[in-house]
């Protein structure tokens, strides 16, 4: 009998989404029991790491977004349970293989699975999670909800290679970054939203719409997350202030501050990000030259103008409760940085 280790069923409790997470909480129980269901193995590496992660209080935004979408265009089958949990599980593993990548030490707000259990662990059992997220999308007996997903799979994997070629090139303009971030966060967002009018048989503009709200939506996520590395809380992010920084990454601040910087600031950037030269004081100098070029604001702005293609996409949907709980979402995820 394969070992089973119980994820926490506590539903979250955050301002801007208590609408989608109560509209969402039936379904959403049944697709943790799904994930319970699935993660267990009689290998018991597996579940424990999995369930370190899983348990570890993640808002399951993706996942509700696939069932809120599932449920606004109609679909009245099952198969949405599983399409959920395939997206809640192959997000999973991205950050179970980020953190690998990026060496970092949480997630969540606890200790990393990497640090725990090991790198080998850690890419393992998200890539046992994959298997089984592909899986449920074969059972749901829909091809082209199998497509949109293992499509994403393939250009997340794309985006985070992308990411890696960009690090530390202090010179990456705000395109290709937006290229990057539409790949590595953003796909996931708009493939969990697209399945569910497909599964609903709805028609191909509706297939679009949805996506679009998803693809926009992740694009926002991203961006606040950015903002939030120089300006929000360990709290806030579930890992530590300035990893971003410490990683080398290139992201939106750091390229509209670069775009505005003296020589000084310049050397500055290719010191710490281009070389990876980062000594005491270097955090605090580099959050001084955001703030006195406004990039933290500029990609706040930046968020908000995506936040409204998102909301704009669904503009042909009926107006209703579930409408009204994603437009409440995307508010939720600009708030972030207030």
Not at 133 to 140: G, H, I, L, Q, S
Request: aromatic residues 6%.
């Amino acid at each position: 009998m394969g070992v089973i280790v119980p994820i926490t069923q506590d539903k979250p409790k955050m301002a801007g989404i208590e609408n989608l997470v109560g509209q969402m909480a039936s379904d959403m129980e049944r697709v943790n029991a799904m994930i319970l269901s699935r993660t267990g193995s009689e290998v018991t590496m597996i579940p424990e790491v999995a369930n370190h992660l899983i348990s570890s209080g993640g808002k399951r935004l993706r996942p509700m977004l696939t069932l809120a979408m599932a449920k606004m265009c109609g679909y009245e089958g099952e198969g949405h349970i599983k399409l959920a949990a395939s997206v809640e599980f192959m997000h999973t593993a991205t950050l179970l293989h980020d953190d690998v990548v990026d060496e970092s030490d949480m997630r969540r707000g606890k200790v990393a699975a990497r640090i725990r259990w090991g790198n080998e662990a850690s890419v393992l059992v998200g890539d046992f999670l994959l298997g089984q997220a592909f899986k449920m999308m074969v059972e749901v007996g829909s091809l082209r909800a199998l497509d949109i997903l293992s499509t994403a799979a393939s250009i997340i994997a794309e985006g985070e290679v992308a990411q890696l070629a960009a690090a530390q090139n202090v010179k990456t303009n705000e395109a290709a970054y937006l290229h990057i971030i539409r790949s590595k966060t953003a796909e996931l967002f708009a493939a969990a939203c697209e399945v569910g009018p497909v599964i609903a048989e709805r028609p191909e503009q509706d297939h679009i719409a949805c996506r679009e709200y998803g693809l926009n939506l992740g694009i926002v996520f991203q961006l606040i997350d950015d903002v939030l590395d120089y300006g929000g809380s360990s709290a806030q992010l579930g890992k530590n202030v300035g990893d971003d920084f410490r990683e080398g990454k290139i992201t939106l601040p750091i390229i509209l501050a670069f775009a505005k910087a003296t020589d000084p600031e310049r050397e500055f950037w290719q010191r710490t990000l281009g070389e990876r030269d980062i000594q005491e004081g270097d955090l605090e100098q580099a959050m001084a030259i955001l703030k006195s070029h406004k990039a933290l604001e500029g990609t706040l702005e930046r968020a908000i103008l995506y936040g409204n293609k998102a909301r704009d996409a669904l503009a042909d949907f009926p107006d209703n409760e579930i409408k009204q709980a994603l437009f409440e979402t995307i508010d939720f995820c600009i708030s972030r940085a207030s």
